[in-house]
Nanobody
Framework: QVQLVESGGGVVQPGGSLRLSCAAA??????????VRWYRQRPGKEREFVAR????????DYAESVKGRFTISEDNSKTTVYLQMADLKPEDTAMYYC??????????WGQGTQVTVSS
């Protein structure tokens, strides 16, 4: 089992930016063959899809609510996946989770990182 670790959350004013990172807690793991998704859970709401990136950046998708403001990417070593968030709104306030899936074989989650958008 691989534990993912999210980082980069914090408190930011509306219109601000943050970059979230997702990496494995242990060394040697890469996302090369995984589809990596970011989800978020807003207060009182169910967890929702935010963005995904396919193996070797084969595809990228976003939820409509973040399209044009958020960018998902991967570093060249395939050890870290980023979620660059811009023009943040109060409704983006949520716990953000990273998820890595390899078909029906592996499904790994992180513990989440809190993003709060408030003036």
């Amino acid at each position: 089992q691989v534990q993912l670790v999210e980082s980069g959350g914090g408190v930011v004013q509306p219109g601000g930016s943050l970059r979230l990172s997702c990496a494995a807690a242990s060394s040697g793991f890469t996302f090369s063959v995984y589809t990596v998704r970011w989800y978020r859970q807003r207060p009182g709401k169910e967890r929702e899809f935010v963005a995904r990136i396919g193996p070797s950046d084969s595809y990228i998708d976003y939820a409509e609510s973040v399209k044009g403001r958020f960018t998902i990417s991967e570093d060249n070593s395939k050890t870290t996946v980023y979620l660059q968030m811009a023009d943040l709104k109060p409704e983006d306030t949520a716990m953000y989770y990273c998820n890595a899936v390899l078909a029906s074989v592996n499904n790994f989650w992180g513990q989440g990182t809190q993003v709060t958008v408030s003036s």
